[in-house]
């Protein structure tokens, strides 16, 4: 039997109303985006609901399986040391239901690009304040780029990569977020010079590499120059089956075209040299790049929402240079 999930977002909680309104509200906005999934907010001090009554309340609904998210920028002494306690009790209480706690955001990259796009929107909007040696940013692209992205596993082989997502996006966060199987560089580099294709879901990857190989996937209809999937895709089905195998499949728009190439290799078909698996979208992307981590092909990807056409023309872009992006 499948356990029952829920999530809490744990709070410090506050005294001030409006405070822990705002909260509040921010759960719901999160709960309205983690569609099929119950998320409740708690308190750690100051107000209620609190972490016990929730946890308690979920329990008594018949949820077996509790993830707590403790909404703190950094763990400090309460949230490193008496948090564990109270989630220990709360499994000496509820035996049968599972506690999951999860960290804080202190490690989170999205907060560093939310703090700089502030204070650089503040910057622009005061120039008396920067420095007279010269404009805000100026002579630091390759410092900004190199040490956060050098951090991540790998990242001496990945960097050129990497920095060619920064670059096309201006979102160096979605750069740190790429996950990148230990083969892709090395499969789809082999691709390209054995003259291997790009079977893409977008014209617009196409024309973002026009030195490469490239061949749109069928079953699709063109809408306002771009493309909208139909519900008929046997075309599609056709084309991949026999096109995909040692090619590099290129999906930035529709994550249905990565599920097919997942179904397809799953029913015996031989497999594409890479997947460059970077749909954008909210509804349907995020599954299918998760399915994609654990489908055993060689790929590109991140999870969540955010990727397209830009993210998929960098990467290809990366992958047909010999030498370092510059």
Same mark, same amino acid.
């Given at each position: ?47 209620? #609901? ?38 220990? %009790? ?12 999860? %960290? !804080? ?11 700089? !796009? ?29 040490? #956060?992205?050098?951090?991540? %596993? ?5 960097? #050129?990569?990497?920095?060619?997502? %920064?670059?096309? !996006? ?47 996937? #069928? ?10 999937? !139909? ?96």
């Amino acid at each position: 039997m499948k356990d029952r999930g829920a999530i809490i977002i744990l709070g410090h909680g506050t005294r001030r109303k409006q405070a822990g309104e705002t909260f509040f509200s921010l759960v719901d906005k999160i709960a309205c985006r983690l569609a099929h999934v119950r998320v409740v907010p708690a308190c750690f001090s100051c107000d209620s #609901p609190s972490l016990e009554e929730q946890a308690r309340q979920l329990a008594r609904d018949g949820y077996t399986r509790i993830i707590i998210f403790p909404y703190f920028l950094l763990s400090g002494k309460h949230i490193a040391d008496e948090l564990p306690c109270f989630v220990d %009790a709360l499994k000496a209480e509820f035996p049968a239901v599972s506690f999951e706690l999860l %960290a !804080t955001m202190e490690d989170e990259p999205l907060l560093e690009e939310i703090v700089v !796009t502030r204070l650089f929107a503040y910057v622009l909007d005061n120039d008396d304040i920067v420095e007279p040696s010269g404009s805000v940013g100026e002579g630091s692209e390759e410092r900004i780029l190199g040490a #956060p992205l050098l951090q991540i %596993a790998h990242a001496a082989e990945h960097l #050129p990569l990497l920095q060619a997502v %920064a670059r096309a !996006t201006g979102d160096l966060s979605l750069a740190q977020g790429l996950h990148i199987h230990e083969q892709a560089l090395a499969a789809g580099r082999s691709a390209l010079m054995t003259g291997g294709s790009v079977l893409y879901d977008s014209p617009m990857i196409a024309a973002g590499v026009p030195t490469l190989t490239t061949e749109m996937i #069928p079953g699709q209809e063109a809408v306002d120059n771009d493309l909208h999937v !139909t519900h008929d895709l046997p075309t599609a089905l056709s084309f991949l089956k026999e096109r995909m195998a040692g090619n590099i499949v290129a999906v930035g728009k529709h994550p249905e075209v990565l599920r097919m190439v997942m179904d397809l290799v799953a029913h015996g078909t031989p497999e594409p040299a890479l997947v460059v698996g970077l749909p954008v979208g909210f509804a349907g992307a995020s599954d299918a790049k998760k399915k994609l981590g654990r489908s055993g092909l060689v790929y590109i990807s991140n999870n969540g929402p955010r990727g397209g056409i830009s993210c998929v023309v960098a990467v290809l872009q990366a992958l047909s240079m010999t030498g370092e992006i510059c």
